[in-house]
C-alpha cells in the first residue's frame, strides 16, 4: 500500500462519515497503517470492505455476523476471489433463509401470525383460546420459521 488513502479519502469513496470508519476501524474490520506522519493510510482494499458491510447491513445482517468473515481475509492486500467466495457461500445461505422468512410473512401477514390478539375470525381456527402462548410470547406462526 503507497501512500494509501486518507480517511477523507476513504470516506468520500464510500459515502461513510469519517466516524463511522473510525467505529469500523476499531472492530478491525479495516486496518489502516500509520504514515511517517502518524496519519492513517487506508488501502483500496478497505473501500471494498466497507462496501460489503454496508451492502449486508443493510440487508439486516449485524456488524457482529459480518466482523468474522473479514477478519478471516487477508490485511493490507485485495482479497481474492476465493477469499470472497468462502464469504459468499456462507452469506447466501443466510440470506436465503432470510428470503424463505420474508415470503413466509408475506403469505402469513393477512393471517393469522400466533400473536394471540384473536381479533380475526380466522385466530380462532389458527390459535383457538391463545392455544400458541404456551409455545412463547410473540408471533409464533412467524417466529417459529425464523430460529
Known amino acids: 500500500m503507497s501512500h494509501g488513502l486518507s480517511i477523507g479519502d476513504l470516506a468520500a469513496r ?82 436465503d433463509a432470510r428470503i424463505d422468512a420474508l415470503e413466509e410473512l408475506r403469505d402469513k401477514l393477512d393471517g393469522c401470525i400466533g400473536c394471540g390478539c384473536l381479533s380475526l375470525k380466522s385466530c380462532a381456527l389458527y390459535n383457538p383460546g391463545d392455544m400458541k402462548a404456551a409455545e412463547g410470547a410473540g408471533p409464533r406462526n412467524l417466529t417459529a420459521i425464523t430460529t
Open 14 to 95: 464510500t459515502g461513510l462519515a469519517v466516524s463511522a470508519i473510525r467505529f469500523y476501524e476499531t472492530h478491525d474490520i479495516i486496518k489502516p497503517v500509520r504514515n511517517a506522519g502518524g496519519h492513517r493510510r487506508y488501502g483500496r482494499s478497505d473501500i471494498r470492505r466497507l462496501s460489503f458491510v454496508m451492502a449486508a447491513q443493510k440487508l439486516g445482517f449485524s456488524l457482529s455476523e459480518i466482523a468474522p468473515h473479514l477478519h478471516r481475509l487477508p490485511d493490507h492486500k485485495a482479497p481474492t476471489k476465493a477469499d470472497w467466495t468462502r464469504i459468499s457461500t456462507k452469506f447466501r445461505k443466510d440470506i
